[in-house]
Each structure stands twice: as structure tokens, then as C-alpha cells.
């Protein structure tokens, strides 16, 4: 099987930093200023091995501009949702100087938090003074509470109520 090269390669170790930005706009228009040969097929690398004058499957007109233009909408439509992961993960609550959350783990934080804000509500009472009956005294209900996980619990500690 033939291994393809498209010359791709990094200069400058900081060209990862661009994908830490919060604004998925930014990252967007940063990736589009550093790639301006996007709009002209010229730059597009040839496979390694493969002669300069050697027929290549001809594409029909056009498909270059389409791949493009459908790489450029996923690459949106990933930039847009993670940044409502970062939103999301800014609404959990998470130990001091934590790594970030992945994914999944946000997702399941996230789905145990709304469980325990929904209860605290049923509930009436206030929120700080139901969570420290219920890590003190124990969840005493015939059902187990679905927010009543080891990573909340432990998160809930951490939390300055004041």
C-alpha cells in the first residue's frame, strides 16, 4: 500500500495555540489567513512516488472547489461544538486547577448537575443547606438520586456557596 505525503509540516511549535482560543470565529479566520493558497488547487501537494507527468484520476470540474467548501462547513461545525463544550464546562462545577473536562465527562458532570438543580428545586429548600443534608445525612429516598455520583459529591465539597 502506498503511504501519501502531502508536505505538510509545522515551522513554528506555536501553531497549536490557535486551536486553544475559545472564539471558534477567531480559529477560524486564524486557519484561513495561515492557508491562503486554499482557493487555488496549485498548493495541494502530489503523492509521494508519483511522477510529475504521470496521469492522475481526473476529478470533475469543480469537486476541488466542493471538498473545500465541505471541509471548511465541517471544520465549523466541529469549532462550534466545541465551543459549547467550553460553554458547558464553564456551568460545571469542577475542582480548582483541573484539567479540562473531556467530552464525555463534561456530558455526564453536566447531566448529574441539571439531576441534583432539578431536586434542589422539588425540593424548596435552599440549595446549600439540601446539598449538606444530603452529603451529611445521606439521600434517604426509596429511589437513588441520579446526581448522587462520587465525581459530583466530591466536586459539590470544593463549591463556595458564600
Known amino acids: 500500500m502506498e503511504e501519501l505525503c502531502y508536505g505538510f509540516e509545522w515551522e513554528d511549535p506555536t501553531e497549536f495555540l490557535l486551536w ?10 486564524n486557519f484561513l489567513l495561515d492557508w491562503p493558497c ?8 502530489t503523492a509521494q512516488g508519483e511522477a510529475e507527468g504521470a496521469p492522475s484520476l481526473a476529478q470533475p ?8 467548501a465541505a471541509n471548511l462547513r465541517e471544520r465549523r461545525r466541529m469549532l462550534s461544538i466545541n465551543a459549547a463544550f467550553e460553554r ?25 448537575y441539571i439531576a441534583l438543580l432539578r431536586d434542589i428545586l422539588l425540593s424548596g429548600c435552599h440549595p446549600r ?11 434517604q429516598s426509596q429511589a437513588p438520586a441520579v446526581w448522587n ?4 459529591t466530591a ?6 456557596w458564600d
Not at 486553544?20 to 479566520?29: G, N, S, V, Y
Not at 464553564?90 to 475542582?95: D, E, I, S
Not at 443547606?129 to 439521600?139: F, I, P
Not at 466536586?155 to 463556595?160: D, G, H, I, M, P
Open 149 to 152: 455520583t462520587s465525581d459530583l
Open 129 to 139: 443547606a439540601y446539598v449538606e443534608q444530603c452529603l451529611r445525612k445521606g439521600w
Open 88 to 112: 458547558l464546562r464553564g456551568h460545571v462545577p469542577t475542582f480548582p486547577y483541573e484539567r479540562r473536562l473531556s467530552k464525555i465527562d463534561t456530558l455526564r458532570l453536566a447531566i448529574a
Open 38 to 45: 486554499l482557493e487555488d488547487l496549485s498548493c495541494v501537494g
Open 20 to 29: 486553544d482560543q475559545a472564539d471558534p470565529e477567531a480559529q477560524l479566520e
Open 61 to 68: 470540474p469543480g469537486h476541488g472547489r466542493q471538498r473545500r
Open 155 to 160: 466536586r459539590l465539597s470544593w463549591v463556595k
